[in-house]
């Protein structure tokens, strides 16, 4: 009888443990980079440039730098911040973006964004591009945007 109990106190401790565990790992999830609306602006044929664009949301409570940003199918990929400055609009390149806690950064036209510079001309068949982002602190993320011609 003793044995039996002890087997079914054992049995519990593991029932409870695995639930423990999962609600951990559901609630780690959650507190994340989460990344939505991404999308890949193709220019003409026979350009060999394109902008990316994202909405990414830190729901850490602490700052995430973006290091940097890859992908196989582009040589390379900038970070550059775009704004009006005496009646002209200006690109400059960042050499990484904070991504504060709790907060949605936006990557859009007109603002921040990713430059795309070299772009494989197989990209133009594709439907989806991996973009890799590199963060200090926060990890990496690989992430599927949608390319659109």
């Avoid at 730098?65 to 960042?94: F, P, Q």
């Avoid at 950064?105 to 890799?132: F, Q, R, Y």
């Amino acid at each position: 009888m003793r044995k039996r109990n002890y087997l079914l106190f054992i049995g519990l401790m593991a029932v409870f443990v695995y639930f423990l565990t999962a609600e951990a790992k559901a609630e780690s999830f959650k507190k994340t980079l989460s990344f939505s609306n991404m999308l890949i602006k193709l220019g003409p044929p026979g350009r060999y440039n394109a902008a990316a664009y994202s909405d990414i949301y830190n729901n850490l409570d602490i700052a995430c730098i973006l290091e940097s940003v890859k992908s196989n199918d582009v040589k390379k990929i900038e970070i550059h911040s775009a704004k009006m400055e005496s009646g002209m609009m200006t690109m400059r390149r960042e050499s990484e973006v904070s991504l504060p806690p709790n907060y949605l950064t936006k990557l859009a036209p007109m603002g921040m964004h990713l430059m795309l510079i070299g772009v494989d001309e197989s990209i133009w068949e594709k439907e989806n591009v991996i973009i890799n982002f590199v963060t200090r602190d926060c990890g990496s993320f690989s992430v599927a945007f949608q390319v659109e011609g």
